[in-house]
C-alpha cells in the first residue's frame, strides 16, 4: 500500500489535515482530518510498500498499545483512506 | 482565490477550529497558484490584524482568500496579492484568518518574520504594481494597434 503522489499533509492545533495539491486537486478535493497516530501512519505509507502488519508492526513499536488495539486502528485508518481512494 | 462553497467552510471551522485547502485563483499569486499550494485558515478567534490574509463568503456563492490591507472602524479593506480592487468586507463577514501555508511543498507560519516581511513589503509597493500594470496595459495597447494598422 502507499499513500497517492500529490498529497501534503501539515500539523496544526495537535491535528493533521491533508489535502491533495498539483494535478492530483483535479481528482480529490476534500480535507482529511487525523490525530497524532493516523499522521505517523500516513507517513508510513508516504514511504510506499508497507503492508497492514507493518503499520501494525510499526504501531507497536512505537505507541504502548496492545495488539488488538493497534490492529483496529489500522484497520480502520487504512479503509479511511481505501474509501476516499487515497491509496494505492 | 476563490472556493466552491458546497464544503460549507463555516461548519468546518464552528466545528474543528482548523480547516485547509488547496489554492484555487490567480489572484492571491504570487504567493499562491492554483493546486501548487495548500493553506490553513484558522477561525476568527483574536480578531484581524492589517496584512491578515482572511477568508470570507462572497456574493457569487464562493469563498475569497485575501489580504486585508486598512481597518476602518468594523470594515476591512481588503485586496488579493495579484488584483487591483478593493474589497469593502465587514469584520463579522470574516470567518477565518490563514494562519499557515504550504508552498511549493515548504511550510510556512503567519507568524514567521519572513512572512510578515514579506505582506509589508507586498502590501507597501502596491502603487508601484499598480503602475507597472498600467504601463503593461498601454504598451499592449499601443502594439496592437500598430500591428493593426500594419496588417491592413
Same mark, same amino acid.
Given at each position: 500500500m502507499k499513500i497517492k503522489e500529490g498529497f501534503v499533509i501539515e500539523e496544526v492545533g495537535g491535528s493533521y489535515l491533508a @489535502? #491533495?495539491?498539483?494535478?492530483? #486537486?483535479?481528482?480529490?478535493?476534500?480535507? @482529511?482530518?487525523?490525530?497524532?497516530?493516523? #499522521?505517523?501512519l500516513w507517513r508510513e505509507l508516504e514511504k510506499g510498500d508497507v503492508t497492514r502488519d507493518m503499520l501494525v508492526e510499526k504501531l507497536l513499536s512505537v505507541y504502548e498499545v496492545d495488539r488488538e488495539t493497534a490492529a483496529r486502528d489500522v484497520d480502520g485508518f487504512v479503509s479511511k483512506l481505501a474509501s476516499e481512494g487515497i491509496i494505492e | 482565490m476563490e472556493q466552491s462553497k458546497s464544503l460549507n467552510i463555516e461548519d468546518e471551522l464552528k466545528k474543528h477550529k482548523?480547516? #485547509?485547502t488547496n489554492t484555487v485563483g490567480t489572484s492571491m499569486q504570487p504567493l499562491f497558484k492554483t493546486h501548487r499550494d495548500m493553506v490553513i485558515i484558522k477561525a476568527v478567534e483574536d480578531g484581524i490584524k492589517k496584512y491578515d490574509v482572511v477568508l470570507y463568503p462572497h456574493k457569487h456563492g464562493n469563498y475569497i482568500l485575501?489580504? @486585508?490591507?486598512?481597518?476602518?472602524?468594523?470594515?476591512?479593506?481588503?485586496?488579493?496579492?495579484?488584483?487591483f480592487y478593493l474589497e469593502r468586507v465587514s469584520v463579522s463577514d470574516i470567518i477565518g484568518v490563514m494562519v499557515a501555508f504550504n508552498r511549493k511543498g515548504k511550510r510556512s507560519d503567519t507568524d514567521k518574520f519572513s512572512y510578515r516581511l514579506y505582506s509589508r513589503i507586498w502590501v507597501f509597493i502596491y502603487p508601484l504594481r499598480y503602475a507597472l500594470h498600467g504601463i503593461n496595459i498601454f504598451v499592449r495597447k499601443v502594439y496592437r494597434r500598430i500591428f493593426k494598422r500594419k496588417k491592413t
Open positions: @489535502v #491533495a495539491v498539483g494535478d492530483r #486537486a483535479d481528482s480529490f478535493n476534500g480535507l @482529511v482530518r487525523m490525530n497524532g497516530t493516523g #499522521a505517523f | 482548523y480547516y #485547509a485575501h489580504r @486585508v490591507i486598512k481597518i476602518k472602524g468594523d470594515i476591512c479593506y481588503i485586496r488579493g496579492d495579484n488584483t
